[in-house]
């Protein structure tokens, strides 16, 4: 599945997810697919995986990145310019 299209909701993936976009945030649910990649010009972006993915991409030039990940171990990279804290 290959979803394109400013902002919005991606449902039930099993396959190749890739979503660039513009503006406006991206949240997807139940997502089982292998590789997900996710890009937000301006919004936050908001995964909800249903399975443990072999690659995670995700990024935001302004807003809040929330990959919800199941269970597993994983190896984590993240950099960030402009970040805050909760």
């Known amino acids: 599945m290959r979803a394109l299209c400013k902002g919005g ?3 039930s993936a099993s396959a190749r997810v890739g979503r660039p976009g513009r ?3 991206i ?3 139940r997502i089982s697919a292998r590789s997900v990649s ?3 010009r301006n919004g936050n972006v908001d995964l909800g995986l249903a399975a443990v993915p072999d690659l995670v991409d ?3 030039g302004g807003g809040d ?3 919800g990940l199941p269970e597993s171990k994983y190896v984590v990279r993240t950099a960030a310019k ?3 804290s909760p």
């Open 9 to 11: 909701l991606v449902r």
């Open 23 to 25: 503006d406006g945030s």
């Open 27 to 29: 949240e997807g649910n």
């Open 38 to 40: 996710v890009t937000s």
């Open 58 to 60: 995700v990024r935001s």
């Open 65 to 67: 990145v929330e990959p």
């Open 82 to 84: 402009n970040a805050t």
